[in-house]
């Protein structure tokens, strides 16, 4: 009995999402650009991001093989309930996407522990996504409850990730390159690996770039409130005009032993599921890593995208990454790939034969900040038909941004809980229709 084409499809879709998150697994892709155990120091270990659990356990097992873990000892910041059981390097738990007590006690932690490294030492960092509110140590003068509320106005916004770090750099004793001047004061080398959650995997805005020169200065970060009309907590305008603020600077003499590698990015995600596309028979259309915008606005150019390539009778995958952003304006739950699943299924009017997914490969797609949150959702060529027959208005629940409450109403949520990767969103669209 040949399977009808919406399970078939929906099958796919997920094994696409799935496909994506396996190429970015810390077991994977980091022990490659593991360093090699220093002739007479040992390895210091720190890390902040949803990866950082799994980036550990990746990191004692490669030395464990070796014989030497013995010679690590540290420990990471991930999210609430993103842990994971280790030996040598503990992982600590703290708030995102809004800072919390937790994410300035490690990031307090971690400079404490860099500043007992000596010249003999290597420092290991593992950084990925989501670091940026896990290690989050307030500039002097500057009060947790300040920047907790100055995040919510970003977000709130619509601001882009980029554009947060620009200013979270700002304001911090981490971040924006200081964590690696606390690495050279102690005469010891510096190594990132890092997993890109970012468009055109910018080391400077992976985790805000603790440990590389800031291209950005004060006067952006003045500006990116302005453009958004943000008025921030006084405390954080004083500071941001103090000169004492910026940060130290790609060419800075200091960051000479601090090195940068990127062990998983967006595109390899988006290449591993077009191989499993293609091997279904479909044609491939990568649209790009690193697509920006409002999700919904982003959402309706893909679906006039998709309605073309069925007029034209192609059986094609069309996919794409980066990170999009919501401005809100209503009192709904969802978010980014949510809100873009919505938006496109209302643009996709009910078009036979056109299916498709829109997840975070962390697993977590806006929510409450719970490890349970949905990952994502799924569009079905049914998906209006379905709506209207238990009363939920995709308009409506598309302005009160309420994109969670519609797709849980029609049991087209994708779950998969923390996923220990982060390589930023992941959108497929399957034209498969005659």
């Known amino acids: 009995m040949t399977e009808p084409p919406c399970d078939r499809n929906r099958k796919l879709l997920l094994a696409l999402f799935e496909r994506a998150i396996a190429a970015a697994q810390p077991h994977v892709c980091l022990p490659p650009h593991l360093p090699a155990l220093p002739p007479s120091g040992k390895i210091l270990v720190v890390g902040a991001g949803k990866a950082a659990a799994a980036m550990a356990q990746a990191t004692e097992q490669h030395y464990h093989a070796l014989g030497q873990l013995d010679a690590i000892h540290g420990f990471v910041t991930t999210r609430h309930g993103y842990a994971r059981p280790t030996q040598k390097i503990e992982v600590m738990e703290a708030g995102h996407p809004v800072p919390d007590s937790a994410s300035e006690a490690a990031s307090l932690k971690t400079l404490e522990f860099i500043s007992t490294a000596n010249r003999d030492d290597c420092i290991l960092v593992l950084l990925s996504g989501g670091a940026s509110a896990l290690w989050s140590a307030p500039a002097a003068g500057l009060t947790l409850a300040a920047k907790q509320q100055l995040t919510r106005q970003l977000l709130k916004a ?8 620009c200013i979270r750099k700002h304001l911090s004793r981490i971040k924006g ?3 690696a001047l606390a690495a050279a004061a102690t005469g010891a ?7 890109s959650d970012v468009p055109h995997d910018d080391p400077g805005t992976i985790g805000s770039g603790p440990t590389v020169g800031d291209q950005t200065t004060r006067h952006d970060a003045l500006a990116i409130l302005q453009r958004y ?3 921030p907590p006084p405390e954080i305008s ?6 004492a603020c910026e940060t130290p600077k790609p060419s800075d003499p200091r960051l000479i032993s601090s090195h940068f590698t990127i062990v998983a990015a967006p595109r390899a995600s988006l290449d591993a599921a077009a191989e499993l596309a293609t091997a279904q028979g479909l044609a491939v259309e990568i ?11 982003v959402a309706r150019h893909h679906a006039t995208l998709a309605k073309s390539a069925k007029a034209q009778g192609r059986r094609v995958a069309i996919m794409s990454g980066g990170e999009l952003t919501v401005t809100i304006r209503g009192n709904g739950r969802g978010g980014p790939n949510q809100e873009y699943a919505l938006a496109l299924a209302e643009a996709l009017a009910g078009e036979p034969g056109i299916y498709a997914i829109a997840g975070d490969t962390d697993g977590t797609d806006g929510g409450s900040g719970s490890a349970d949150d949905p990952a994502g959702a799924l569009v079905m060529p049914d998906t209006l038909a379905r709506a209207a027959k ?15 409450t519609f797709f849980a109403g029609l049991g087209d949520l994708v779950n998969t809980g923390p996923t220990q990767t982060n390589v930023n969103d992941f959108r497929a669209i399957v034209v498969d229709g005659p």
């Not at 004083?238 to 000169?243: G, I, Q, R, Y």
């Open 390 to 404: 238990t009363g939920l208005t995709p308009a409506a629940m598309l302005a009160d941004n309420d994109s969670t």
């Open 189 to 195: 080398s510096m190594i990132t690996c890092a997993i």
């Open 158 to 165: 619509g601001a882009r990730i980029d554009e947060m770090n």
């Open 177 to 179: 390159g200081r964590l």
């Open 287 to 297: 649209l790009g890593d690193s697509i920006e915008g409002e999700a919904a606005s």
């Open 238 to 243: 004083s500071a941001l005009e103090n000169p």
């Open 229 to 231: 009309k943000i008025k």
